[in-house]
Antibody, heavy 121, light 108 residues
Framework: EVQLLESGGALEQPGGSLRLSCAVS????????MSWFRQAPGKGLEWVSSITASGDSTYDADSVKGRFTISRDNSKNTLYLQMNSLRAEDTATYYC??????????????WGQGTLVTVSS | EIVLTQSPATLSLSPGERATLSCRASQSVSTYLAWYQQKPGQAPRLLMYDASKRATGIPARFSGSGSGTDFTLTISSLEPEDFAVYYC??????????FGGGTRMEIK
């Protein structure tokens, strides 16, 4: 059974940092591209960042570019999102998601249950 | 950025009725469009991809159509578990993936 479990969400002050983790099981993590998405309270979905299976290429939304960094540790079956210089508008539930097709990081067939990040003073 | 506009914002129907949800793109996305279902407190669930391909385990009452800028998700006969929010997502402008604002389907 495929499982994705996010952790690391918390209440953080503006300008602060958080690192989100997504521990996966049930599939060969090292062969699939992965992504992070977010959903502000009561709002729609927003793509945040993506990473290739090997981790050699990453892509970020303009809204987080230069502040957030996606990475992965294939030996630990874990995806990360390092979030720096947090802003109030980063408040959201953050989801990790598995690509439907191993190398094609554009449709997502498994999602975690999400972790809530709240940025407020 | 490719903007996806979903309509209607809210759809009120009864179980057993047919549902038709629309997604319009600000420019052509070919057939590079997916649909997701999201229930309160849950993660999104992939329903359709490449406009008309059903994801694994999705019932046949769900179907998708369209190309270019206009897309439709149809649920032939609503079941109680189908009442949720539905989002479309394009991948034509990868990696800049975008989602529509969602259609909330509620029980009439």
């Amino acid at each position: 059974e495929v499982q994705l479990l996010e952790s690391g969400g918390a209440l953080e002050q503006p300008g602060g940092s958080l690192r989100l983790s997504c521990a996966v099981s049930g599939f060969t993590f090292s062969t699939f591209a992965m992504s992070w998405f977010r959903q502000a309270p009561g709002k729609g979905l927003e793509w945040v960042s993506s990473i290739t299976a090997s981790g050699d290429s990453t892509y970020d939304a303009d809204s987080v570019k230069g502040r957030f960094t996606i990475s992965r540790d294939n030996s630990k079956n874990t995806l990360y999102l390092q979030m720096n210089s947090l802003r109030a508008e980063d408040t959201a539930t953050y989801y990790c998601a598995k690509a439907l097709v191993a190398s094609a990081n554009w449709y997502f067939d498994y999602w975690g249950q999400g972790t809530l990040v709240t940025v407020s003073s | 950025e490719i903007v996806l506009t979903q309509s209607p914002a809210t759809l009120s129907l009864s179980p057993g009725e047919r549902a038709t949800l629309s997604c319009r793109a600000s420019q052509s996305v070919s057939t590079y469009l997916a649909w997701y279902q999201q229930k309160p407190g849950q993660a999104p669930r992939l329903l359709m991809y490449d406009a008309s391909k059903r994801a694994t385990g999705i019932p046949a009452r769900f179907s998708g159509s369209g190309s270019g800028t206009d897309f439709t998700l149809t649920i032939s006969s609503l079941e109680p578990e189908d009442f949720a929010v539905y989002y479309c997502q394009q991948r034509s402008n990868w990696p800049r993936l975008t989602f529509g604002g969602g259609t909330r389907m509620e029980i009439k």
